[in-house]
């Protein structure tokens, strides 16, 4: 059964200060709802009242866990944004554990837990936020994609590096930020395709399809000269 606003809140009051009960749970229900609101509206648009009625909770409730709207934003984004980052790195490894890797298998290192993401609505909202971050002002985007990726994305610039010992730096950070621009709008459900291509010819939930498109897109652009 679901607990009302004035229940919650009339419970984390009487308790003494220290984390509230079902902190957790309360702190995932907002974030889910700001993450829609804040993909499809973006960061302007978006009100801490509509996020309050979308998670049935006050807006004193989203202030007392997140400080701010900025803290909301930035807790909603980095909660899938560095987990994300760290499966990056991860793959990474493992792949130069096992010795020099090709192009094509760091890119489908890269992309692959953006892909996951795709099989859930979660998933999907994240990825369309982390699409509208890019046209959000830079006082909110650069810091927090720094923040998610920075560590991660130099990894990758160094790894492709290593595949492609003759492509300059300045070519390895181009075509990073090209791979970043081309899966951001691959995977974000633009619905382009199911627009363009005839009835029937292209299926929106063919994930394997969709990688490999992107990952030969991608791999072809690395090893141009």
């Known amino acids: 059964m679901k607990t009302t606003t004035g229940t919650r809140a009339a419970r984390i009051k009487q308790r003494?200060?220290?984390?509230?009960?079902?902190?957790?749970?309360?702190?995932?229900?907002?974030?889910?709802?700001?993450?829609?609101?804040?993909?499809?509206?973006?960061?302007?648009?978006?009100?801490?009242?509509?996020?309050?009625?979308?998670s049935n909770v006050t807006q004193a409730l989203i202030s007392y866990y997140f400080g701010s709207k900025y803290g909301l934003f930035e807790e909603t984004f980095l909660r899938h944004g560095q987990v994300?980052?760290?499966?990056?790195?991860?793959?990474?490894?493992?792949?130069?554990?096992?010795?020099?890797?090709?192009?094509?298998?760091?890119v489908h290192a890269f992309l692959s837990p953006t892909l996951a993401l795709r099989s859930t609505p979660q998933g999907r909202s994240f990825l369309r936020l982390q699409a509208r971050l890019h046209t959000e002002p830079p006082e909110i985007s650069y810091k927090l994609r720094t923040h998610a990726y920075g560590a991660s994305t130099q990894r990758y610039v160094e790894a492709f590096r290593l595949a492609l010992p003759q492509m300059s730096e300045l070519d390895a950070y181009w075509r990073v930020t090209l791979m970043v621009g081309t899966y951001l709008y691959a995977?974000?459900?633009?619905?382009?395709?199911?627009?363009?291509?005839?009835?029937?010819?292209?299926?929106?939930?063919?994930?394997?399809?969709?990688?490999?498109?992107?990952?030969?897109?991608?791999?072809?652009?690395?090893?141009?000269?």
């Open 187 to 225: 995977f974000s459900d633009t619905h382009r395709m199911e627009e363009m291509t005839p009835k029937g010819l292209y299926d929106p939930d063919d994930t394997e399809s969709l990688i490999d498109q992107v990952t030969r897109f991608v791999v072809g652009g690395f090893q141009a000269r």
């Open 84 to 106: 994300v980052s760290q499966q990056r790195i991860d793959l990474l490894e493992a792949l130069l554990h096992k010795g020099k890797p090709t192009v094509r298998e760091i």
């Open 16 to 54: 003494k200060p220290g984390r509230p009960e079902g902190t957790s749970a309360v702190r995932d229900d907002i974030m889910d709802a700001a993450q829609s609101q804040f993909a499809e509206l973006g960061y302007a648009g978006t009100t801490l009242r509509e996020i309050a009625a979308a």
